[in-house]
T-cell receptor, first 115, second 111 residues
Framework: DAGVIQSPRHEVTEMGQEVTLRCKPISGHDYLFWYRQTMMRGLELLIY????????DSGMPEDRFSAKMPNASFSTLKIQPSEPRDSAVYFC?????????????FGPGTRLTVL | LAKTTQPISMDSYEGQEVNITCSHNNIATNDYITWYQQFPSQGPRFIIQ???TKVTNEVASLFIPADRKSSTLSLPRVSLSDTAVYYCLVGDNTGFQKLVFGTGTRLLVSP
């Protein structure tokens, strides 16, 4: 398996624009996670899905952020409108198990810069 | 919520043993302790996990005392390629929001 795939790897956009980040989890993994990483706050969990259903989105910073998982092999994280403070590295991860001690497999991340 | 505390950074030299200690005073009975490693420009990757006593794999050892209020990740004979951020996490079979990565420990290995 190729691992978790994320696209794009880098995104530069202007404030106010819509940004869509994409993720393909490892086949057979029932759990998918979206994280945001910044120097100040470290790695934060934004939302996670189980069998394509959002389970907990309490980490999503505000209504400008939304995430979907239309099928088992694809998820998106959308920011609309984007703001400079959204600049960060966004990671997608997947896991075969539903316990928080189960190993999570991370993608390479998308580095987002909002000007 | 079992909060973890670990040093912000550590420095070492090639060939030395490095021990990173994580404090988790409020660890619950069902909690496991997991360590992840993150290289620059990459996502974190799982390196070791334990519940109590000692666990060893090809990458590291994890020491957990009887009271489980702390744990120590031991990296034997580090090399330059061990320069990374190391995260200590505590989690059980409940929701993932309890699993907090935070900022981790930044290990710098020098020649």
């Amino acid at each position: 398996d190729a691992g978790v795939i994320q696209s794009p790897r880098h995104e530069v956009t202007e404030m106010g624009q819509e940004v869509t980040l994409r993720c393909k989890p490892i086949s057979g993994h029932d759990y998918l996670f979206w994280y945001r990483q910044t120097m100040m706050r470290g790695l934060e969990l934004l939302i996670y899905f189980n069998n394509n259903v959002p389970i907990d989105d309490s980490g999503m910073p505000e209504d400008r952020f939304s995430a979907k998982m239309p099928n088992a092999s694809f998820s998106t994280l959308k920011i609309q409108p984007s703001e400079p403070r959204d600049s960060a590295v966004y990671f997608c991860a997947s896991s075969p198990g539903g316990n928080s001690y189960n190993e999570q497999f991370f993608g390479p991340g998308t580095r987002l810069t909002v000007l | 919520l079992a909060k973890t505390t670990q040093p912000i950074s550590m420095d070492s030299y090639e060939g030395q043993e490095v021990n990173i200690t994580c404090s988790h005073n409020n660890i619950a009975t069902n909690d496991y302790i997991t360590w992840y490693q993150q290289f620059p420009s990459q996502g974190p990757r799982f390196i070791i996990q334990g519940y109590k006593t000692k666990v060893t794999n090809e990458v590291a050892s994890l020491f957990i005392p009887a009271d489980r209020k702390s744990s120590t990740l031991s990296l034997p004979r580090v090399s330059l390629s061990d320069t990374a951020v190391y995260y200590c996490l505590v989690g059980d079979n409940t929701g993932f929001q309890k699993l907090v990565f935070g900022t981790g420990t930044r290990l710098l290995v020098s020649p």
